[in-house]
């Protein structure tokens, strides 16, 4: 798949009706962009607040322009989406240790981190065997 074929969005910025009377303005007017124009996204966090993303700067302009022509809105300031990735292996090992009245107690973790292409997800490996 290329980055062509697969739009994420890259710049967001959260907005708001200037009036609560105009939420349900915006849900409909967010609900017809999105089926209208396929080049961003919108969702809705647990604070009711709303985040529209685009990929580029002048995609989010159209859109919060296209919206605030539906309803009245205050935007936030435009946030980049970083996006990292592992680039080389990596591997922790810690070994935590409690003593409590002369009876010790331990626990072992290890992690390897290594990448494993773009855009593939990841494998969680969980390994319980104890080395000798």
Known sequence: MSWADDPVALIEISIEPVSPSGASELARALQAAAAHDGSFEFRIRPASEIIVGARTEADLDRVIGDLGRSVELR????????????????????????????????ARVKFVFEPNGYNKGFDFITDMAPEN
């Not at 990292?84 to 810690?94: G, Q």
Request: zero cysteines; charged letters at 25%.
């Open 75 to 106: 935007a936030g300031a435009p946030q980049v989406a970083y996006r990292e990735t592992l680039t080389r292996r990596a591997t922790v090992d810690y070994t935590h240790k409690r003593v409590r009245g002369g009876v010790g107690q331990f």
